[in-house]
């Protein structure tokens, strides 16, 4: 049984950063895109950010150019590094393969205020 766990979420002032850690315990199978998803209040889940094993990105529209996927390797662990943050930001950040295949985690929270 895979277990997610995310990490590093917290208050940051607009234009801030932060970087995002996504641990998985148990056996990934490396076919699998994984992703960073978010869910804001009254939202449904989106995913902002995938990279696949062999290292390829994709973005939602709203972060291009300020969040940065990378990691996925033997290691296991996948990180979001989130520049010039923005209000709309606010959400909990969870990761899990592009198909949301595996149990979901608890999130970490990140809030950025104005």
């Known amino acids: 049984q895979v277990q997610l766990v995310e990490s590093g979420g917290g208050l940051v002032q607009a234009g801030g950063s932060l970087k995002l850690s996504c641990t998985a315990s148990?056996?990934?199978?490396?076919?699998?895109?994984m992703g960073w998803y978010r869910q804001a209040p009254g939202k449904q889940r989106e995913l902002v950010a995938a990279?696949?094993?062999?290292?390829?990105?994709t973005y939602a529209d709203s972060v291009k150019g300020r969040f940065t996927i990378s990691g996925y390797n033997a290691k296991k662990t996948v990180y979001l590094q989130m520049n010039s943050l923005k209000p709309e930001d606010t959400a909990v950040y969870f990761c899990?393969?592009?198909?949301?295949?595996?149990?979901w985690g608890q999130g970490t929270q990140v809030t950025v205020s104005s």
């Open positions: 990279i696949t094993w062999t290292g390829g990105t």
């Open positions: 899990n393969t592009k198909s949301g295949q595996y149990p």
């Open positions: 148990g056996t990934i199978f490396s076919l699998n895109a």
